[in-house]
């Protein structure tokens, strides 16, 4: 079994779909850009990569989506490794097409923006999250570090 499983993922990854399987990377390569005012763009993209540590690179393919004039990560009930990194330092970069955006993640404990991600998600990608709790899964709002 654990053979056809890499057998299956090395199909994929010839096929050029690795950059949807969550397969952790390095540092980011792009141009820093400034966060546009409209984030249309970037929340049209089905996936985009996080990049989290300052000091050792270790970025992530994740979902997004746009909820009040904000860009939403989640890692569900799962603390991932990019949640733990959060935790220690709030700042990441984006990378959406070829730019990167520096920004600051904030855990979302609102149970209102919570129900309005879901029904975002459900939008975009056609289901809801397996577990809608607030409080045992982890959202992040992305938004403009600050100074």
């Known amino acids: 079994m654990r053979k056809f499983i890499t057998t299956g993922l090395i199909g994929l990854l010839v096929m050029g779909c690795a950059e949807y399987l969550p397969i952790s990377g ?66 990441v970069r984006l990378r959406s097409g070829d730019e990167i955006f520096e920004l600051a993640a904030v855990r979302v404990n609102d149970p209102t923006i919570f129900a309005a991600f879901s029904d975002a998600w459900e939008a975009k990608y056609g289901n809801r999250p397996q577990n809608e709790s607030v409080e045992e899964t982890y959202l992040y709002r992305l938004g403009p570090r600050n100074p």
């Open 26 to 91: 390095g540092s980011l390569e792009g141009r820093v850009s400034p966060l546009p005012q409209s984030l249309d763009k970037i929340a049209q993209d089905n996936i985009i990569q996080l990049e989290t540590r300052v000091d050792e690179a270790y970025s992530v393919n994740l979902w997004v989506v746009e909820v009040a004039s904000h860009l939403h990560v989640f890692a569900g009930d799962n603390k991932a490794n990019w949640v733990e990194d959060i935790e220690q330092n709030s700042n």
